[in-house]
C-alpha cells in the first residue's frame, strides 16, 4: 500500500500528511504530561473513602442510614419469636412442598424491591448528616407542578408511603424493571457521593427522577425517552428533564459503570433491610414448569463446568456425572417432578 515495489496495478494516491508533535516537545521544562489518564472506572479511590457504589466491599450508604432502625427491627423479631402467642406464621418446605420466594439476584421481584428501594431513600432524608444542596434538584427553583411547592415544603420529611407512591408511579407508567430500580438505587448514593449533596424534603423528588431517568436509559434495552416522562408528569418540559439528565451526568462524572458485584451487593443489602423491615418477599410452592425451568438452567451450567474441566483436564475427584462422552453426559441424575 504506497510501496513502489507494491503488486498492485495502482499505487495508493498521495496523501497529505499532518506534522503530528510529541506532547513532550511542547512541554516546558518542570512540566508533566497528562496523556495515558486512566478510564473513570479504572480509577482508585483514596484510602479510607471507598465509594459504595463502585467498590462491592464497601458498604452501602442506605445500610449505614437505616442501621439503628435495621437492629431494632432485628431484635423485635427475635423477641416476637421467643413468644409463642405472637410468632408469626411462616410456610415451610416438606418432601411434597417446597416455598421459595420469587425475587433473585437476576430476577428480583417488582413490588418489594421498588418498596425496599423507597424505604432506603425515606432512611437517607430521615437520617441525614449535613443540608447540602444544588440547585438544579431544588423542587422550589424547578417545580415538578403548576401549583408550585408549600413555604414549608424543605420542613416535613416524606414518609416512606409517600415516597413508594412517587416511585411506584414512574416505575408503573414507564414499565420498568426491578433491576432498573436496584440501579437506581446505585446512581443515588454515587451521586450523593461525588456531588458532596444530602438528599432532604427539597430535593429528593428530582434526585431520585433524575436517578431513574438515567436507570432506564443505562439499563433497558428500550428506553424511555424524555419526552414520556412529560406524559407521566403532565407540568414538566422536556427542556427540564434534558438539563436534569445533563447535570446529573456531569455530577456523576459520567461514570454510569456499575460491576456486577456492586449490583449484587445492593441487592442483598435491600433484603436485609426488608427483614428488618417486616418487609417479607412473598413464597409461593416450587410449581412443575419453574422446577424444570431451573433444573435446565443448572444443567446448561453443568455442562459448562463439565467442558471447562475437559479443557483442563480431568481431576481424579471429579464427580461422575462430570464426565462426559463426546460433549453430552454419561451419567446424570433425573429429577423427579410429581
Known amino acids: 500500500m ?21 506532547i513532550e516537545d511542547t ?7 497528562v496523556s495515558n489518564l486512566q478510564h473513570i472506572s479504572e480509577r482508585e479511590a483514596d484510602d479510607g473513602d471507598a465509594d459504595p457504589s463502585q467498590d462491592p466491599t464497601a458498604k452501602t450508604i442506605f445500610i ?24 408469626p406464621l411462616k410456610k415451610s418446605s416438606s418432601c411434597s412442598t417446597i416455598y421459595l420466594d420469587d425475587s433473585t439476584v437476576s430476577q428480583p421481584n417488582l413490588k418489594n424491591t421498588v418498596k425496599c428501594v423507597a424505604l432506603a431513600i425515606y432512611y437517607h432524608i430521615k437520617n441525614r448528616d449535613l443540608q447540602r444542596e444544588i440547585d438544579i434538584f431544588d423542587e422550589k427553583l424547578h417545580p415538578l407542578t403548576r401549583d ?14 409517600q415516597i413508594y407512591k412517587f416511585v411506584r408511579t414512574l416505575f408503573n ?20 457521593t461525588y456531588a458532596e449533596l444530602d438528599i432532604q424534603p427539597s430535593n429528593w423528588k428530582r434526585i431520585v427522577l433524575g436517578a431513574i431517568l438515567l436507570a432506564s436509559k443505562v439499563w433497558d434495552d428500550q428506553a424511555v425517552w424524555n419526552v414520556d416522562y412529560c406524559q407521566i408528569l403532565k407540568d414538566i418540559t422536556v427542556e427540564d428533564m434534558n438539563e436534569l439528565e445533563r447535570q446529573f451526568l456531569e455530577l456523576l462524572q459520567f461514570n454510569i459503570n ?24 412473598p413464597s ?42 463426546g460433549g453430552t453426559a454419561a ?3 433425573v429429577a423427579i417432578l410429581s
Not at 27 to 33: D, I, K, M, P, R
Not at 68 to 86: V, Y
Not at 155 to 160: A, G, M, R, S, V
Not at 306 to 319: P, Q, R, T, V, Y
Request: hydrophobic share 35%; charged share 30%.
Open 2 to 22: 504506497g510501496n513502489k515495489n507494491s503488486c498492485c496495478s495502482y499505487s495508493s494516491p498521495q496523501t497529505s500528511h499532518r506534522v503530528i508533535i510529541p
Open 27 to 33: 512541554l516546558n521544562e518542570g512540566e508533566v504530561s
Open 64 to 87: 449505614e442510614r437505616s442501621k439503628t432502625a435495621i437492629e431494632n427491627g432485628m431484635i423485635r423479631r427475635k423477641s416476637q419469636h421467643q413468644i409463642a402467642d405472637l410468632r
Open 148 to 161: 408550585g411547592v408549600t413555604d414549608d415544603y424543605d420542613k416535613h420529611n416524606p414518609e416512606h408511603r
Open 173 to 192: 407508567a414507564a414499565q420498568l424493571t426491578a433491576e432498573c430500580a436496584i440501579i437506581t438505587l446505585v446512581y443515588l448514593e454515587r451521586l450523593l
Open 258 to 281: 456499575v460491576p456486577s458485584s456492586v449490583y449484587a451487593k445492593y441487592y442483598f443489602d435491600l433484603r436485609t433491610l426488608a427483614e428488618a423491615n417486616d418487609l417479607t418477599f
Open 284 to 325: 409461593e410452592p416450587l410449581s412443575k414448569d419453574r422446577a424444570q425451568k431451573l433444573e435446565a438452567m443448572s444443567r446448561v451450567m453443568e455442562d459448562k463446568f463439565a467442558a471447562e474441566a475437559i479443557k483442563n483436564g480431568l481431576k481424579k475427584w471429579s464427580s461422575l456425572d462430570n464426565i462426559t462422552n
Open 331 to 333: 451419567r446424570r441424575s
